[in-house]
């Protein structure tokens, strides 16, 4: 057992990738996870959590019971690519021979003006909690962001608080990624729940009461909460990895670091195209990838060629407050079957079942990776 194997960051794509390295490489590798806390945190549920839901707690110690995985509740912070050692805060430092890279991303505060000031946002738990404790003192609270994360943001806060007036900002169309069908029930939702509207609306500047859009108008909010971007640590790029413009790590067809083949990246902290797209950062295209990942570490271990992933979209599945949903069937290269739409209870049905299936695939990584592989 001289392989050592570390994987950084137990998100979807971290713990995946850590559990199922250390089943498929056996005796021959040594799996440690490093996590900046010692939970796994339902990041695709977080929007719930910021209105007052209670997320279930979920000890990273228990979902790694008997799998061999050594866990170390520690923040990385820095790599070093030629000595493969990773720097911990508050441990002591950690060699290693495969790199599994999985920091997923946090809420790109840069893109506008004052938002690293004054936004909230929905991307990690703790901003989910300071958006949470702040919302019984507002009356109105405006979204930035008509994608999946927006959608989800406005119609939970305004399902959740009926008294506070919701409003929604998008630089281009309210569910741009979306077929014609899903974003005309789109609109009619938001309009049922009272939710304002802004499409075509680039914004300018965030302050403390409001925002500014680049045509010159001002919208006062009590508080903004930005979901119209994310980024990749900078840890990456930092260490000399090659990556794109949201820090992702660049990757080849098996996963690994197009600049240091023995860094393998999967999840929201890397990029490779999925069917002749950039990956977008989802679970459905994480949680996969951190298992093939995984193989791939084992592999590295074993003295093997990792074997090529192959990804594909299923569709999108949209929370719209605690009772109605939207799921958009899509082809494998994300592009939405117009007609196959799914909406109301039943879709909330799936929704929630599907969100419940990452916690399952994360008890149960094999079971998902044999369905995987049956399917092809
Ligand atoms: C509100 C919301 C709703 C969403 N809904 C959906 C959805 O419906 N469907 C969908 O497909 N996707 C959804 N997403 C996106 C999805 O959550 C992400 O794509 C997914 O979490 C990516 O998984 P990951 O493992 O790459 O990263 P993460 O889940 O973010 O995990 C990264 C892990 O790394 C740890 N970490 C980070 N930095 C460090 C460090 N320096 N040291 C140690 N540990 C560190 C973090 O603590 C975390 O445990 C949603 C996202 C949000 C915010």
């Given at each position: 057992m001289n392989h050592r194997i570390v994987v950084l960051g137990a998100g979807y794509a971290g713990l995946g990738a850590a559990k199922r390295a250390a089943h498929a490489a056996g005796r021959d590798a040594r799996v440690t996870l490093v996590n900046a806390s010692d939970r796994f945190v339902e990041r695709v549920r977080l929007h719930q959590f910021a209105v007052g839901q209670k997320p279930a707690d979920l000890p990273l110690a228990g979902l790694l019971a008997g799998t061999g995985v050594d866990l170390v509740v520690a923040?990385?912070?820095?790599?070093d690519l030629d000595a493969r050692t990773v720097r911990l805060d508050g441990a002591a430092d950690l060699g290693y021979d495969t790199l599994v890279y999985a920091l997923g991303s946090t809420a790109?505060?840069?893109?506008?003006?004052g938002a690293r000031e004054h936004a909230l946002t929905v991307a990690g738990a703790a901003d989910a909690g300071s958006l949470r404790d702040r919302?019984?003192?507002?009356a109105s609270v405006t979204v930035i962001g008509g994608g999946l994360t927006g959608i989800e943001s406005a119609t939970e806060l305004a399902e959740a608080r009926p008294g506070l007036r919701v409003a929604l900002v998008t630089a281009?169309?309210?569910?741009?990624?979306?077929g014609p069908r899903a974003r005309r029930y789109l609109h009619r939702t938001f309009e049922r729940m009272g939710v304002a509207v802004h499409e075509n609306a680039p914004v300018a500047k965030i302050a403390a009461d409001g925002l500014t859009l680049e045509d010159g108008r001002y919208l006062p909010a009590d508080a903004v909460v930005w979901a119209a971007g994310f980024r990749a640590p900078s840890l990456a790029a930092n260490a000399g990895l090659d990556v794109d413009e949201r820090g992702r790590v660049r990757v080849d067809g098996t996963l690994r670091?197009?600049?240091?083949?023995d860094v393998i990246a999967v999840g929201d902290a890397a990029v490779l195209p999925v069917r002749g797209r950039p990956a977008r950062m989802s679970c459905q295209i994480g949680l996969p990838m951190g298992l093939h990942g995984g193989t791939a570490a084992a592999a590295l271990a074993q003295g093997r060629e990792p074997r090529p992933a192959r990804l594909r979209y299923v569709g999108q599945c949209l929370s719209l407050g605690r009772h109605d949903a939207l799921v958009q069937f899509s082809r494998a290269d994300d592009?939405?079957?117009?007609?196959?739409v799914l909406t109301g209870r039943a879709a909330a049905r799936v929704k929630e079942a599907v969100v419940r299936g990452t916690v399952f695939a994360m008890r149960h990584p094999e079971a998902v990776a044999g369905f995987c592989r049956a399917r092809r």
């Open positions: 923040r990385a912070a820095g790599l790109d505060l840069d893109v506008v003006p919302l019984p003192g507002l281009g169309s309210l569910g741009a990624g979306l670091a197009r600049s240091h083949p592009t939405p079957i117009d007609r196959a």
